[in-house]
């Protein structure tokens, strides 16, 4: 969908007056499931881009502040939650700004990114998960059984054939699909990727986009070990978090899964690499 600045323009002025002076612009990272405008200096306006990312507006808007007020790193907090018009057709949101720059790797340590983002999960999974959204369809099954994904999976291994070592493959998959969480649930991100991490001087000062928050396996949110980290810095996270070996094992799987699906992508291909050299 197109959706730009005239549109959020006229949404504000119309549903939110009292910020129609504020300036609009673009973010310059916006990501795929939303549209992010900055709105003045201290709100951000979040657009999602088809229908079936407009229930996380109402989701975000019901949990965000609550689970904000239990941590100590900042997160997307709503503060107001926009109506359909005839220019735009869904649900929206305006939420508080985080300062900062999304993460690269060339804005941080990635030793202390390991130790700050393990501390932010840590806490994450300690607040109350009391009736939370449980795994399913409105967070693509994040936290939830990683076997909804087993025909997915290996439809992509019959697919790429010899672009991989499929053997290597299959063993971290079964090893994933072996085991299941069998404590209470707990709060998870998601989408635990680059861009919706906020880095300011070289320290973790964010985390944004819960559109696939969820109660479940936290196994989901340790991805980034693989897809960002280098293996002194994935070391250090998995020390941090004191992660049991059968939730790592769980994590390879959401990683190999979203890889091998995706595997067009550098990144991909290079997640694929490091998993499959983990194996001996």
């Not at 501390?119 to 994450?124: D, Q, T, Y």
């Not at 971290?172 to 300011?200: C, F, M, Y």
């Not at 280098?230 to 998995?238: C, G, M, T």
């Not at 067009?264 to 499959?276: H, Y």
Request: hydrophobic letters at 35%.
């Amino acid at each position: 969908m197109n959706i730009d600045i005239n549109v959020v323009r006229d949404l504000i002025k119309m549903q939110f007056p009292e910020w129609s002076h504020l300036e609009i612009t673009p973010v310059k990272n916006s990501g795929h499931d939303n549209r992010t405008f900055h709105l003045g200096e201290q709100l951000a306006i979040r657009m999602p881009s088809v229908k079936e990312y407009e229930a996380q507006v109402e989701k975000e808007a019901k949990w965000l502040p609550k689970i904000a007020a239990q941590l100590s790193y900042p997160i997307t907090c709503p503060v107001a939650k926009g109506k359909p018009s005839k220019e735009y057709p869904y649900h929206w949101s305006v939420n508080r700004w985080i300062d900062g720059e999304t993460l690269t790797k060339k804005n941080l340590d990635q030793n202390q990114l390991a130790i700050d983002l393990a501390s932010f999960l840590i806490e994450l999974q300690t607040t109350n998960p009391t009736n939370g959204p449980v795994p399913g369809k409105h967070n693509f099954y994040r936290g939830g059984n990683l076997s909804v994904y087993n025909d997915e999976t290996i439809k992509a291994l019959d697919k790429l054939d010899t672009a991989v070592i499929r053997e290597k493959c299959i063993q971290i998959w079964k090893q994933a699909l072996n085991t299941s969480w069998e404590r209470k649930p707990v709060w998870i991100h998601g989408d635990l990727a680059p861009g919706n991490i906020i880095i300011q001087n070289n320290h973790l000062s964010g985390v944004i986009d819960f559109g696939c928050m969820g109660v479940g396996d936290p196994a989901c949110d340790y991805v980034i070990a693989w897809t960002f980290f280098s293996h002194q810095s994935r070391k250090i996270f998995k020390e941090q978090l004191h992660v049991d070996e059968k939730t790592w094992n769980r994590a390879k799987g959401w990683a190999l899964w979203k890889a091998l699906i995706t595997y067009d992508d550098p990144v991909s291909q290079k997640v694929v690499q490091i998993l499959t050299s983990e194996i001996t």
